[in-house]
């Protein structure tokens, strides 16, 4: 189902060893396009504040960028040591403009094996749900692998472009499959936004009748990957990947189709890399409807649970909601902790 061109391995083993080889405390100084070519592997001291941190990378890249452009007019008899070891990570017949134009790709890759192995941990409470989900929607069960690229499993992460959720949906996108208003966001509900995350998937699919078109389509959208295989006359996503030159296909989108093989490889032999990893418990979703405007507190005190276990269980509920200056909208579907038995109907009868 998933094609895995044999042009695109290099890259995802770049993407398998930040998710397994290298942690959060590591990173890759590398081309942007040409991704086996690692010129070094960084350390960053723990606990290095967001600020230290791009000091670290803007000083490396710095180093790397003078090399490079040094590469471009030196003649390889006079090269220094460091110049012929970056040299070597390039055939022997590059061009002078090749290495002007590789000093502008360098990047700077944060490991992630320390946080997909915390993923792993929390993936165990909404993978059946979301397996379910893809079953339903007719989505290959691997694309169950696809939140660890998006957010590692984690339900509050939200992105510069303010991005939300497991699934890391858009407030346009989200807003084709779900409720996102002022009160209630429901690309933080790891139920609700998987489903949603299914029916685009699948509709991604019906669009573009290839799973690794489909897959890119979940960050570039649709209209670009239509524009990819219209330009290229092709749907070869090794083609795409090499040749396309969209305005908005940059890094990322040229990216999360290899990103995501080399997830869903690294979780499927999780132990290969992790050793033993505990996962969290299924959870049962239990819902509540409500036809009425209520407040949560009075939701809280019929069910007998406390304000913060209820809002535990319902993170699309936004502030206001919990500030109890909104209600709980009709017909919003309340999820109930775990921890309650009351059947809803006795629920709903003890709401005044």
Do not use: C
């Not at 081309?31 to 723990?46: F, K």
């Amino acid at each position: 189902t998933f094609d895995r061109p044999v042009a695109l391995e290099p890259d995802i083993a770049f993407w398998r060893n930040v998710f397994a080889s290298i942690d959060s405390n590591q990173a890759y100084l590398h081309d942007s396009r040409h991704l086996q070519v690692v010129y070094e592997t960084v350390e960053i001291p723990a606990g290095s504040s967001g600020r230290a941190r791009r000091q670290i990378a803007d000083q490396r890249r710095d180093h790397y960028r003078k090399t490079l452009n040094a590469l471009a007019v030196v003649s390889p008899a006079k090269r220094t040591p460091e110049q012929k070891r970056i040299a070597a990570f390039w055939p022997e017949d590059v061009d002078a403009t090749e290495f002007t134009a590789a000093a502008k790709r360098i990047r700077f890759q944060q490991g992630l094996a320390d946080r997909f192995r915390e993923g792993l941990q929390r993936s165990g409470a909404w993978q059946p749900y979301i397996k379910a989900q893809l079953k339903e929607q007719g989505v290959p069960l691997g694309l169950a692998s696809l939140p660890h690229v998006e957010s590692s499993f984690n339900p509050e992460a939200r992105s510069h472009v303010g991005a939300a959720g497991l699934w890391q949906f858009t407030r346009a996108t989200g807003r084709r499959f779900m409720t996102i208003d002022h009160v209630v966001d429901e690309r933080r509900d790891p139920f609700r936004s998987s489903q949603s995350a299914a029916q685009l998937l699948a509709y991604n699919y019906s669009i573009l009748e290839s799973w690794p078109l489909a897959i890119t389509a979940y960050n570039h959208g649709v209209g670009g990957m239509r524009r990819a295989v219209k330009k290229l006359g092709t749907d070869d996503i090794a083609a795409i990947n090499r040749r396309y030159k969209g305005r908005s296909f940059g890094f990322a989108s040229r990216n999360f189709y290899v990103a995501f093989l080399a997830a869903n490889e690294v979780e499927r032999n999780a132990q290969k890399y992790f050793g033993e990893v505990p996962r969290n418990a299924p959870e049962q979703p239990n819902y509540l409807t409500l036809q009425r405007y209520v407040p949560v507190r009075e939701i809280a005190a019929a069910a007998g649970v406390s304000l913060a276990d209820l809002k535990a269980s319902n993170p699309a509920l936004l502030p206001s909601v919990w500030e109890g200056t909104k209600h709980v909208p009709r017909q919003y579907r309340v999820r109930l902790p775990a921890s309650v038995t009351t059947a809803p109907a006795a629920i709903v009868a003890n709401i005044p």
